[in-house]
């Protein structure tokens, strides 16, 4: 799904061969400051590597209109972002941004429940907690379908029971409709039980790759 | 119609001794605002005077490249104004988009004003040209002001709204959108209040001006009345160029927020 060749972010990463399978869970961990993020927004074209090229089905991201790629390979932030109005507001804004069909309530009620979001649909999105609000912005992305899910520790203002509950949910949706999951973790665990491949990083260099 | 009345020297200078009192009393109060109000009056005085005779000059004159450049001469002081006014860095880029949307916003309402609705002939005729300008070049450069503000402070504040919504494969537009149309707002909206309380709470200077220089007030109105339409015309259309050009100068041909340009 995605390759990368000789790829080089200022002095924050340093990738000489890294491929990435599609329909499969991907981890990526490594101490913090060791270029984790900086790969995801890579991945999603929000920043440009400096050197080096990625391609994504075969095709240099570099040649791809950002947006077009970023509808199909979406990137859900570390801190959540909340836009202003109600929890149905910040649900259908991904559609909106990506041009996608709006869906029903009933399809959004079906989302909170995957991401265990126990919240009506008109209450208003800023005064959730931080853990909710990571919820919410989960559920946004899974709304959205993409064909693949760069999530950058989608869990981690939440509890361990939760985080468990909510990523083993994720994880079955992704198998179940073959996306592709690529998850920036802090959690051994969780790397150790879902992945299928998991990347460590480490000084912006990959140290090792450990497939099924 | 009343004859108007000419000031004398000594009505000028008791305005001035006013102004002396009211000095006194600043220092009695320990506020330490003297040398400002003393500069400000001075330099008002100066430009003023300045001013009066480079008119009458041109009122002698008449010709259309003396006009050209008195409102040349006022778009760059207007721009030079609103680059220092404004309290944040700005890029080369915004800069030029400020430029940019100055001068074409406020020219084509002029030229609109001057040609269509005054029917001024000559079109360069400096009695009536140069105070339309002023005005509109003037409130065109309030408006912009306080837009540049709104917009580089929304797109600095909300960066992380900003690059949410991009990595959800929002264009520019959308993810910029909330931020232009605040910035929009806040820079008209002196305007429009403005015009919500004139006649009512105050009588607009050009008006006052008119009367007092012995024109009747209906023809004063008139006037008020066309100019206002005249200066929210030019205002909206000069922040309207800015904000629609100026969102863009904060993301690169990746659609990538570019944040390179700017100190956060």
């Known amino acids: ?13 340093d990738i000489k061969q890294l491929s990435i399978p599609a329909n499969k869970i991907t981890c990526v961990v490594g101490e913090s400051g060791s270029g984790k993020t900086t790969l995801l927004r890579l991945l999603n074209k929000m920043i440009n590597c400096t050197e080096g090229e990625i391609f994504y089905n075969n095709n240099a991201i570099s040649t791809i209109n950002s947006i077009e790629l970023r509808r199909k390979v979406v990137m859900l932030p570390q801190v959540p972002a909340i836009f202003s109005g109600t929890v149905r507001d910040n649900l259908l804004i991904g559609l909106k941004f990506a041009e996608k069909p709006l869906v029903d309530d009933e399809k959004l009620s079906e989302v909170l429940n995957m991401v265990h979001l126990d919240k009506p649909l008109d209450e208003d999105a800023d005064k959730l907690s931080g853990g909710e609000k990571q919820k919410l912005a989960l559920g946004r992305v899974v709304l959205m379908d993409p064909e693949i899910f760069l999530l950058d520790e989608p869990s981690s203002a939440l509890d361990e029971d939760t985080e468990q509950i909510i990523i083993e949910k994720l994880v079955h949706y992704t198998k179940k409709t073959n996306k592709t999951l690529i998850m920036v973790t802090h959690s051994r665990k969780i790397a150790r039980t879902y992945a299928d491949n998991i990347i460590q990083i480490k000084n912006g260099k990959v140290l090792n790759q450990k497939g099924e | 119609m009343d004859k108007v009345i000419n000031l004398q020297i000594w009505q000028i200078a008791a305005a001035y001794i006013f102004i002396i009192i009211l000095l006194f009393i600043v220092k009695l109060r320990g506020i330490p ?24 000059y041109l009122f002698q004159n008449i010709h259309p490249v003396f006009t050209i450049i008195v409102i040349g001469i006022m778009e760059l002081f207007a721009i030079y104004n609103i680059f220092k006014r404004v309290k944040v860095k700005l890029s080369q880029k915004i800069k030029r988009i400020i430029t940019i949307s100055m001068v074409l916003g406020t020219t084509s309402s002029l030229l609109y004003f001057i040609v269509v609705v005054i029917n001024l002939s000559p079109w360069y005729d400096p009695r009536y040209f140069i105070p339309i300008a002023g005005m509109l070049i003037g409130n065109s450069m309030t408006g912009i002001s306080l837009g540049v503000s709104r ?5 600095t504040a909300q960066k992380h709204l900003i690059e949410s919504a991009l990595m959800l494969g929002a264009t520019p537009k959308m993810a910029s959108k909330e931020i232009v149309n605040n910035a929009f707002d806040s820079a008209i909206l002196p305007t429009i209040n403005s015009m919500v309380g004139m006649g009512i709470v105050f009588l607009p200077g050009m008006m006052t001006g008119q009367i007092l220089s012995g024109v009747s007030p209906v023809t004063a109105i008139e006037y008020q009345i066309t100019i206002m339409l005249g200066i929210l015309g030019s205002v909206t259309l000069t922040v309207i160029l800015f904000v629609q050009l100026g969102y863009k100068t904060f993301f690169n041909e990746q659609q990538q927020l570019d944040i390179h340009n700017w100190e956060f």
Do not use: A
Request: no cysteine; glycine share 4%.
């Open chain 2, 33 to 56: 605002r003297e040398k400002e109000i003393l500069i400000s009056s001075t330099r008002m005085t100066l430009q003023l005077i300045l001013t009066g005779y480079i008119l009458v």
């Open chain 2, 151 to 155: 917009l580089v402070d929304g797109m």
């Open chain 1, 1 to 13: 799904m995605f390759q990368l060749k000789n790829v080089k972010y200022k002095n924050i990463l």
